[in-house]
């Protein structure tokens, strides 16, 4: 296996492993905002790595490229979603509709 | 030739028709018309899933063919105009039956 | 070209499962649709794997994205009936029904072993037609000019859909038939908060929607993408800028509104008309410009799209001033 190879194959393992840290806090946390924090933190770590990890592997240019992006955009809509759902948890009381 | 047990066809064909069972089981199951929106397009994935799968078993050269295909990506446009038009029958027949607003 | 499983495929499909079982299964509302949206992004990660890049585009701008948001706009203004039936739920009606379910899926997956591999006579007849069909890609040639007649029809139902679905909520007015025109906005405004968050995420996404589904129909010609997915993009840009508006600008019954709307319907009938009266059959496209009248269709089709997913998220919204 190939220097870079390596490099990519440790960078998708270690961004599995940082998602896999997140979804246990998911499960185990009890609370929404502990829950928001675990998650953004490790799922951004975690996405950039495995983006890292594909670059490496791209063909080309473009699609190296493309990546990159995909992870810039997943981050402004983590960033975005994880501060809507904050909010409407402190501001709002929780409806349980059990349909 | 009948299928043998590792080909994709196989297994996204099962996998639709769980889809399709598991949509009957919910949309016989919930009363809720919510609830029946779901399972309706749960429903209707598992036929999608089904199809698919036999368009990747007819495939020739790199891509599968081309007719299912067309006719799955039909099928999601008309599901979603269908799921919409009935979240809105849904929503103001509440509205008459119960006689509260929005 | 893969022909055999992997344990990726393995891993998908059991998520698939899980996450249809949760949405369909779940206590709360709101998770199950959640877990709705979840399924459908898988589902789009299945069709990669079935090879099938088109409806895969498909599946998650339209199936997973948009249906997604007119759930979760939906799912909060539904309530549990006062006099739920607590009949379906007793154990031996829940075991015959489960049993029924178990039946008819037994059948349909004992059915996928009778299923010959004849060979589909379709896919040669396309590969020798592909040159003078006007499009280098497959599935776009089969949507737009071997079935055409069911794109047609399909734009159609998004016609009939859109339109049922702002009669439906044009017609709903709570106040008293005395008031009725004192709570109508006369003329909708779009009030962008500009320090909001959805606000923040629309002014960077905007732009590039907009690019990416023009790019996407442009791609159409000679790779997957098309009509759909680019009409699918521009209304998600749309439905952005409704979101951080917090009020529907549209003006859901004028003039403009109706006939752009009705622009991908028309342009198809008119295309027939003009080919039938060319001597043709209907939508017999002439072999030197099929190229162009497939992008002309499309263009018109796209408008058409995002016009119509933007009216349906507008009239999921609730009536009047917002709550």
């Known amino acids: 296996m190939s220097g870079m190879d390596a490099v990519s194959s440790s960078a998708l393992i270690l961004g599995g492993f940082f998602f896999l840290a997140g979804t246990v806090g998911l ?10 924090h675990a998650l953004s933190k490790t799922d951004n770590l975690g996405l950039g790595l495995i983006s890292a990890g594909l670059i490496l592997r791209a063909g ?37 509709r059990n349909l | 030739m009948i299928a043998e047990l590792s080909s994709p066809f196989l297994l996204y064909g099962a996998v639709g028709c ?16 919510y609830r029946r929106i779901l399972a309706w397009n749960a429903l209707g994935g598992g036929v999608f899933l089904f199809l698919g799968a036999i368009a990747k078993r007819n495939a020739y050269g790199g891509s599968s063919d081309p007719l299912p295909q067309a006719l799955v990506i ?29 | 070209m893969r022909d055999r499983i992997e344990i990726y495929d393995v891993l998908l499909v059991v998520t698939l499962i899980g996450a249809a079982w949760r949405a369909l299964f779940g206590k709360d509302a709101f998770s199950a649709t959640v877990f709705f949206i979840v399924y459908g992004l898988l589902m789009a990660m299945a069709w990669v794997q079935l090879d099938a890049i088109d409806v895969a585009l498909a599946e998650a701008c339209v199936g997973a994205g948009l249906t997604g948001a ?17 009949l379906r739920r007793t154990m031996g009606l829940r075991a015959s029904i489960g049993a029924l379910s178990l039946l008819a899926l037994a059948g349909l997956t004992a059915s996928l072993f009778e299923i010959e591999n004849r060979r589909s006579p379709v896919p040669p ?29 399909e734009i159609g139902v998004l016609l009939i859909a859109s339109l049922a679905a702002i009669s439906i909520h044009r017609l709903y007015d709570p106040s008293p038939i005395e008031g009725r025109a004192s709570t109508a906005p006369t003329r909708p405004r779009l009030q962008i908060q500009s320090q909001t968050q959805p606000w923040i995420m629309a002014r960077t996404l905007l732009p590039l929607l907009i690019l990416v589904g023009g790019a996407m129909l442009w791609f ?23 979101i951080a508006g917090g009020r529907s600008a549209l003006r859901l019954s004028s003039l403009r509104t109706r006939s752009l709307l009705s622009l991908g319907f028309s342009s198809f009938w008119l295309m027939a008309a003009g080919a039938l009266l060319a ?7 002439p072999p030197a410009s099929a190229g162009a009248a497939i992008l002309a269709l499309e263009a018109a089709a796209t408008l058409s799209i995002a016009l119509t997913l933007n009216v349906m998220y507008a009239c999921s919204r609730p009536w009047g001033p917002e709550p």
């Open chain 3, 70 to 86: 007119l759930l979760i706009g939906a799912v909060r203004q539904f309530e549990r009936a006062p006099g739920a039936r607590a």
């Open chain 1, 60 to 96: 080309s240019f473009p699609a190296g490229a493309k990546i990159l992006i995909i992870w810039l955009l997943a981050l402004l809509a983590s960033a975005v979603t994880c501060y809507v759902i904050a909010e409407w948890e402190t501001n709002h009381e929780r409806q349980d």
């Open chain 2, 74 to 102: 039909t099928g999601i446009v008309v599901s979603v105009s269908a799921t919409a038009l009935a979240l809105a029958i849904a929503r103001r027949l509440q509205t008459e039956e119960r006689g509260n607003g929005a």
């Open chain 1, 27 to 36: 499960l185990r946390f009890r609370d929404v905002h502990s829950r928001l």
């Open chain 3, 279 to 285: 001597g043709g059959r209907i939508l017999e496209y």
């Open chain 2, 18 to 33: 769980l889809l399709i069972g598991m949509g009957l089981y919910s949309l016989a199951l919930h009363t809720h018309v």
């Open chain 3, 220 to 242: 159409g010609s000679h790779a997957p993408g098309g009509a759909f997915q680019s009409g699918a993009l521009i209304g998600a840009a749309g439905i952005l800028l409704q």
């Open chain 3, 125 to 153: 007849l396309v590969e020798r037609s592909l040159g003078d069909s006007g499009s280098a890609h497959p599935v776009t040639a089969m949507l737009l000019n071997f079935r055409a007649f069911d794109t047609w029809l």
